[in-house]
């Protein structure tokens, strides 16, 4: 059976056969390897890990607010996603990764020019990125330069996390919506699942808005590491079998805009038990 399960425990078997350690700003090592893809046919399930839980409500929460353009942790946590609770808008607290400082860091809520800041509000200049590629795949199809882009160099002081899936791409192909992320940065254990998941279902949205099958996820990876103290986790992990993928469903559907985390719906979705992998900051 092919799931994404089984490209997901290739990449973590091969970074931990051939991963080179590294150091990084967070001071906890990784192996490391220059690079890797992910590729999912929308048709065959979606891609959500069953070798290991994984909190879908959260991914989906994030996600719109990305879609919004959300800069409020609070926004995030009043919906019980914690993923940015441990960042904050630098200009208030500069980034630093001792104990003191990272305190000062949760409590602040302003994340500032965050990832959907710059897809609603790129460079601050009401340049909406997400709206022109619905707009352009409503007129014209076969346009092939709907990119959204979140690396803004004019900004990126001003972001609570410097943007590791930094650009989509949305191309559409025999009536199928195809979605292409790009990342420089990627935390295999913790971030990989989020990262699949959240643009799958980002795909899936868009099919929607704009009356197209889906069609393929593919996602290009730089710098694809694992974190030393997520290894011994992630070698249980490989030992798991992977289970049939679920499957997602939005019912009254009006627009992207207007969707709200709820109405998706995850279907058929069987783990294996919760991994814990603390987050390197």
């Given at each position: ?95 630093a990764n001792d104990q003191k400082t990272k305190k000062l860091m949760r409590r602040e809520d302003d994340l ?76 295999v254990a913790l971030g990989l699942p989020f990262n699949i998941a959240s643009y799958a279902t980002l795909l899936h949205l868009l099919a ?74």
């Open positions: 059976m092919q799931t994404i399960d089984t490209q997901y425990l290739k990449l973590v078997d091969k970074i931990l056969t051939s991963g080179e350690l590294k150091n990084n700003r967070t001071g906890v090592r990784t192996l490391a390897i220059p690079g890797d893809m992910i590729q999912w046919n929308m048709q065959d399930g979606f891609p959500l890990l069953t070798t290991k839980k994984v909190a879908y409500k959260s991914v989906k929460v994030e996600l719109e607010g990305f879609i919004k353009g959300i800069n409020s942790k609070k926004w995030f946590e009043d919906r019980s996603c914690f993923i940015w609770s441990d960042w904050c808008n630098p200009q208030k607290i500069p980034y500032r020019r965050l990832y959907g800041v710059q897809w609603r509000d790129f460079n601050s200049q009401g340049i909406d990125q997400l709206k022109n590629i619905i707009d352009t795949l409503k007129s014209n199809p076969n346009d092939r330069r709907c990119v959204c882009v979140a690396w803004n160099p004019a900004e990126l002081h001003k972001m609570a996390l410097v943007p590791c899936h930094y650009a989509f791409q949305v191309t559409v192909i025999n009536n199928k919506l195809n979605l292409f992320w790009t990342q420089r940065s990627v935390d929607k808005e704009l009356g197209f099958s889906e069609g393929t996820l593919t996602g290009f990876l730089a710098d694809v590491h694992i974190y030393e103290p997520h290894i011994d986790n992630l070698k249980l992990q490989l030992t798991r079998q992977p289970l049939e993928m679920p499957k997602i469903e939005t019912k009254n559907f009006t627009s992207i805009f207007d969707w709200q985390f709820s109405d998706t719906e995850l279907l058929n979705y069987k783990s294996h038990e919760k991994l814990n992998f603390e987050v390197a900051v």
